[in-house]
């Protein structure tokens, strides 16, 4: 990044930054959920998702990466800004493909990339009118422009979008008429994600109370999602406009808009949201608490009424199920390279690794995916199924997992003494140290992280730790 746009970035994103704001205020969900459909709906974007993204099957996980990474983009402080669009930059870096239709794609595009500023831009302008809020000209004008510097962040320049809000418009209108298309993520997320979007971690133990709040939830949020989006997308895809559909739409904007305005701010902080995505982010205080002892109570009762599966998980489970619940990370029925990938990008992202440690994590995975299909991929055809990893799962793990569970000591053992004590524990897996993993120490040695990490992924023993990480 040059001089110049690092001292534009450092200017916009100050005390009184519209974005910083809004990357705290919770309500933002309903702008970045709209736009995610926008996105979608772009080619080169939807394919992308598609193929390597896990949001169908982590969408909470995505949801939390999302509005960490965008806080790190926004932080204060210029080091961590820069990190974090390196970090961005290096993930885009790979993934590369090509859609059903022939059309290569690639995470770099900046076409692309541009568009999910775009998209989100208008969304949060769409959010403030929506909630009953109007921004005046030099406010519009300055938001703009700091989604212009957010996108200079990563691209070096934000000239991909026009320089001035009253250009954007031409420019959005153009590309909802010309460049947008019904791809399979618009269809997949409206008409599935919405109608079985799993459990979020406060409800994770509790799928009664989880199932029934789904079922009116699901249609509920995609109707209003569909609502929202501009009339003439809504055309162009062939989304319908269900009855009652957006004055249920303008009501959930307007409650927003309104909680926004008289709730504390420790409710609709974007932290409490985050506490929910990821219990051990900020800790088990606040508002937040009540509600999760409340959802327990909840769950008690309906237990009390319902037949519930048992809480208690077992210390094994079926190669088949944990082929379903951890390997593939993408949910498309197959083994593949991004599935590894999916891993190697959490566990980076939640370690916030650096380029050096980050190249190692993911070598280490493509050193396991190798080995894999050398083992399972019996038909040679890049991918393993269920059945092909069925039929070998008793010969894993290989070295090359080996190898995952050293890199992910290493980065995890942030002071580098061979050990990973209860604060390291608690970085990586956003959970409390259970000293009965570690024969009563206080503190994992690498022989016994590595066999705990080995009979996890090789599906022999179950992990409360590991599967709020990768399940």
């Not at 930059?89 to 090509?98: E, F, M, P, Y």
């Not at 030099?138 to 809000?165: I, K, N």
């Not at 290493?410 to 050990?419: L, M, R």
């Amino acid at each position: 990044m040059s001089q110049s746009t690092a001292e534009q970035s450092a200017d916009a994103f100050g005390p009184d930054s519209m974005l910083r704001r809004l990357v705290n205020d919770a309500r933002w969900g309903l702008a970045v959920t709209r736009a995610t459909v926008l996105e979608a709906a772009h080619p080169q974007i939807g394919a992308a998702l598609i193929e390597n993204s896990t949001f169908v099957t982590h969408p909470w996980r995505r949801l939390r990466n999302t509005f960490v990474s965008t806080q790190r983009m926004l932080d204060p402080d210029q080091h961590v800004r820069t990190r974090e669009a390196a970090r961005l930059n290096r993930l885009h870096a790979r993934i590369s493909g090509t859609d059903p239709r022939g059309r290569p794609y690639d995470g770099t595009d900046a076409e692309a990339r541009a568009w999910v500023v775009a998209a989100l831009f208008e969304s949060t302008v769409t959010m403030y009118r929506l909630g009953g809020e109007s921004l005046d000209g030099p406010a519009l004008e300055q938001l703009y422009a700091e989604f212009r510097t957010f996108l200079a962040l990563m691209e070096g320049d934000g000239d991909r979008l026009p320089a001035t809000v009253r250009e954007f418009w031409p420019y959005y209108d153009d590309m909802i008429d010309h460049r947008l298309e019904s791809t399979e993520a618009v269809r997949v997320i409206l008409y599935r994600l919405f109608a079985n979007v799993p459990a979020p971690p406060l409800l994770r133990n509790h799928p009664a109370v989880w199932a029934a709040s789904r079922t009116v939830a699901g249609p509920v949020a995609a109707a209003i999602t569909i609502a929202s989006l501009p009339e003439p997308f809504c055309r162009r895809v062939a989304l319908p406009d269900l009855p009652g559909a957006r004055a249920l739409m303008h009501g959930a904007y307007l409650t927003a808009g309104f909680a926004a305005r008289v709730l504390p701010d420790s409710w609709v902080n974007v932290n409490a949201l985050v506490s929910l995505l990821d219990p051990g982010h900020g800790g088990d205080s606040g508002p937040w608490q009540t509600v999760r002892r409340k959802a327990g109570q909840a769950a008690a009762m309906v237990r009390l009424v319902t037949p519930a599966p048992d809480d208690v998980a077992p210390t094994t489970r079926s190669a088949d199920r944990f082929f379903t619940e951890v390997l593939d990370q993408t949910g498309d029925g197959y083994l593949t390279w991004p599935d590894l990938a999916a891993m190697a990008r959490e566990l980076a992202t939640r370690l916030d690794l650096d380029e050096q440690d980050e190249e190692r994590l993911y070598d280490a995975y493509a050193t396991w995916w190798r080995e894999l299909q050398t083992n399972l991929d019996a038909d040679g055809d890049g991918r393993v199924t269920r059945q092909e990893y069925a039929a070998s799962a008793v010969s894993l793990p290989g070295s090359g997992l080996i190898k995952v569970a050293d890199v992910l000591f290493d980065v995890t053992d942030g002071d580098d003494d061979q050990t990973i004590d209860a604060q390291e524990f608690q970085s990586l897996f956003r959970t409390a140290f259970h000293r009965d993993l570690t024969g009563g120490a206080d503190a994992y040695s690498r022989s016994a992280f590595v066999r705990q990490f080995l009979s996890f992924m090789s599906g022999q023993r179950h992990s409360v730790a590991y599967d709020s990480l990768l399940s």
